[in-house]
């Protein structure tokens, strides 16, 4: 509160006074004697155990004094036209919440309390929840004693998220431990559908940096279904109750800009305070709009160890996957299904197997042990699923909708979380390569590695590695797989024809009036997570390299794209951008670079111009570019030119007065120089990069941009497939080579054997 973060008013219930209570009823003794006879080894009498003990506390009554210091400060919270006050309830146990041990879910809070004596039971209960099963089993699994710990309770004003929304926001990114980001996930209704895993709910990334600097630190944000809210029952006999979230409700975000930038800011201020990386929960309050903090907790995975050892996966299949979900923690596992629909049927499972369920809740946690993997219905990154995933050390894939109706018991699959965001569910056992690459074993190299990437979603996971950045984003992939749409047709939308795909597009930018809105701020926020996984290195975007035949795809594209025999060689890269078929549509690319740079902050994002023919081609595109607020130099903005044309080469000297860097593309560049086209299979044997004639022209290349001061990088196959072509790039000097993402631990080795190569005698080369 001090820190001006808006806190729900109430009090805390002591540790003291939960030690009173024993005292007082000389619980200690009996508990103890209780505890004594548990089989630790087993665990078989866990059950009845905890059932004795949690019996003995509820057995218990208040001392006086601590009975009537509890009413009297629940007297003293407001009441709303004398209604009785409703508060929450929740558990505090002196070891919950350390940087090792978080405790989530291991005991009870309680939602929705009404008068006096409902809030001395709902404190009782609270006691007595530190013997719930899986409290205890807990304990047994991280060395704390059972009368170690002890319980406070906080009793707060209820804030009536059940008539707004409310969810959960970490100050780092909880699958991967980037501490550039803030991560907030919420849906419809109290907060405990976010924490159960309930819900799939929506997600938004924030760039730490902007929120510092005072800009616009939302870099990505995606809406979940959200299908149901939980609420405040009317009945008597329980407090919450689920209800179908209504249709206009699904369609909207649970939070606007203005919200997410205060929680943003609060987290940060929170994350500060304790210095620590927070796990926070908040919640919006439908009868006043305010925004409450109401918990926060250290984060418990990343904060306690740096990840030394990266374990590579790779799954080359063609088979299409049968589920498919939000990934957590990586990896891949095959075994038997085990569907799970209640802690009931819990006896089936077996250790190995691979756990189904809709949702899983903290009762679960000694079951889930057995577990390989959990596969669930619900839930995102923040439910009991993940949380527990995490801490176990296993993949699970959560928010499939269906698992348990797709997947049968007994069944043996193959579950994948090895592909960044998306986790995947495939039949049958699979093969799949592992290999572990421990990161202090990955040599410090002068030529910088960097990635070669396509999905803006994987980009947390792989700014983890050991790299410089991103030498090549593929701009393109955005366009075709999220935005979906030509972006002439969103210039020229109120022109279009009638149309099935009109209607499609209308569908899809349904929540903005202008159209070419949709398209920058997708686009923006789409470079901008990728930009802010991986500040300060930069990030090298490629503007759009689509063939004609390719943008004819797109949503309304083949009103705007010509037919061409040869589209290899036809309108692309710099011909489109300042010709007026596509000038506009370019434009929007050009907006979109910059609100990632200027309202982020993002100023670690680089332009490159792909297929650039000519010196007059180049001081058209750039002259563009200015009319659309992108000016090289200007705020430090560098431009750089794909090298893939022979013509380049040929006039290095003057595109490096032109342009900050080259980016040799050695697919097209070998294409071009050797004639042929790579995607023919009759001539496919002659592709070859190992070309003497494309070598003379890389060497080339980077001497004469060297001597102009320019750096020059490769994107390409070929570095990691030939330690050869590797050694050939370094002993030219070259500045940055980029990887795709399943070949970068391996492009990185044969870089670090080629500079070893290169300091070894020349007698001994040969």
Request: charged content about 20%.
């Amino acid at each position: 509160s001090s820190l001006g973060i808006r806190v729900p008013d109430g009090f805390a219930v002591t540790v003291q006074a939960f030690y009173d209570f024993l005292s007082f009823n000389s619980l200690c003794p009996q508990l103890q004697i209780s505890l004594d006879r548990l089989e630790r080894t087993t665990l078989q009498n866990l059950p009845e155990v905890g059932a004795t003990c949690r019996q003995l506390v509820l057995n218990g009554i208040f001392p006086d004094d601590v009975k009537a210091a509890i009413l009297a400060a629940y007297g003293g919270l407001g009441k709303t036209k004398g209604a009785l006050t409703s508060v929450a309830v929740r558990s505090s146990a002196t070891a919950e919440d350390s940087p090792s041990a978080s405790f989530a879910g291991q005991h009870d809070s309680f939602l929705n309390i009404r008068g006096g004596e409902n809030v001395l039971q709902a404190v009782k209960q609270s006691y007595a929840s530190l013997f719930n099963d899986r409290a205890i089993k807990y304990r047994i699994d991280n060395g704390f004693s059972d009368m170690q710990v002890g319980q406070a309770v906080g009793v707060q004003l209820m804030v009536r998220s059940d008539k707004s929304s409310a969810g959960v926001a970490f100050t780092l990114e909880p699958e991967n431990g980037n501490e550039n980001i803030i991560y907030i996930t919420g849906a419809w209704g109290l907060g405990e559908s976010v924490v159960q895993g309930a819900v799939n709910t929506d997600e938004f990334y924030l760039f730490k940096p902007a929120l510092e600097a005072g800009k616009n630190p939302i870099v990505s944000r995606m809406m979940g279904d959200k299908q149901q809210m939980l609420v405040y029952s009317d009945s008597s006999d329980k407090n919450t109750t689920w209800r179908q979230t209504s249709p206009a409700l699904r369609d909207q975000y649970v939070l606007d800009d203005s919200e997410i930038l205060t929680l943003g800011r609060w987290c940060l201020a929170i994350d500060k305070h304790y210095r620590l990386p927070m796990d926070i929960e908040w919640a919006k309050d439908g009868e006043t709009g305010e925004l409450f903090i109401v918990q926060a907790r250290p984060e418990t995975v990343h904060a306690q160890h740096k990840q030394l050892v990266i374990k590579e996966y790779s799954l080359p299949t063609e088979q299409p996957p049968l589920l498919q979900g939000k990934a957590v923690g990586r990896g891949i596992v095959s075994g038997r299904v085990s569907i799970v629909k209640s802690l009931a049927e819990g006896q089936k499972v077996q250790a190995g197997d691979i756990i189904v369920a809709d949702i899983t809740n903290p009762d679960w946690n000694a079951l889930l042990r057995k577990a390989i993997c959990i596969v669930t219905n619900k839930g995102g990154r923040t439910s009991h699923a993940s949380i527990v995933a995490r801490e176990l050390g296993i993949p699970a894939v959560v928010g499939t909708m269906n698992a348990t109706e797709r997947l049968t018991d007994g069944q043996v699959i193959t579950v994948s979380c090895a592909s960044g965001d998306a986790g995947l569910v495939y039949n049958g056992k699979l093969t799949w390569k592992e290999n572990d690459i421990p990161i202090e074993n990955i040599g410090h190299t002068s030529t910088r590695p960097m990635f070669i990437l396509a999905d803006p979603q994987k980009a947390l996971l792989y700014a983890s590695y050991p790299n410089q950045g991103v030498g090549l984003l593929r701009m393109e992939f955005t366009i075709s797989n999220s935005l979906q749409v030509h972006p002439m047709a969103l210039v020229k939308f109120d022109e279009l024809p009638q149309s099935p795909e009109k209607k499609q597009i209308e569908a899809l930018t349904r929540h903005y009036a202008d159209k070419k809105q949709f398209f920058i701020d997708k686009l923006a926020e789409s470079i901008g997570l990728v930009a802010a996984a991986f500040y300060p290195r930069e990030v090298i975007v490629r503007m759009s390299d689509f063939k004609t035949n390719e943008y004819a795809k797109l949503l309304g594209g083949k009103l705007f794209e010509p037919e061409e025999e040869n589209p290899m060689l036809g309108f692309r890269g710099a011909s489109r951008y300042y010709h007026p078929r596509y000038q506009e549509g370019f434009g929007l690319e050009c907006q979109a670079i910059s609100k990632a740079r200027q309202e982020m902050g993002l100023t670690n994002v680089k332009v490159m111009i792909p297929f650039c023919r000519t010196i007059a081609e180049a001081i058209k595109v750039q002259e563009v570019m200015k009319m659309y607020g992108l000016e090289r130099g200007k705020d430090n903005l560098e431009v750089y030119v794909m090298a893939e044309i022979p013509s380049n080469i040929l006039l290095a000297e003057k595109f490096s007065m032109l342009f900050d860097g080259f980016s040799i593309g050695s697919n097209d560049l070998t294409q071009l120089t050797l004639g042929l086209d790579r995607d023919s299979a009759i001539v496919s044997d002659l592709f070859d990069e190992n070309d003497e004639s494309v070598k003379i022209q890389i060497r080339h290349l980077i001497e004469v941009a060297h001597q102009a001061g320019v750096k020059v990088g490769l994107c390409g196959q070929a570095p990691s497939d030939y330690p050869e072509f590797t050694k050939f790039l370094v002993e030219c000097g070259i500045d940055a080579i980029s990887f795709n993402p399943d070949v970068f631990i391996r492009g990185i080795t044969n870089i670090v054997e080629a500079e070893s190569w290169l300091k070894e005698p020349a007698e001994a080369h040969s």
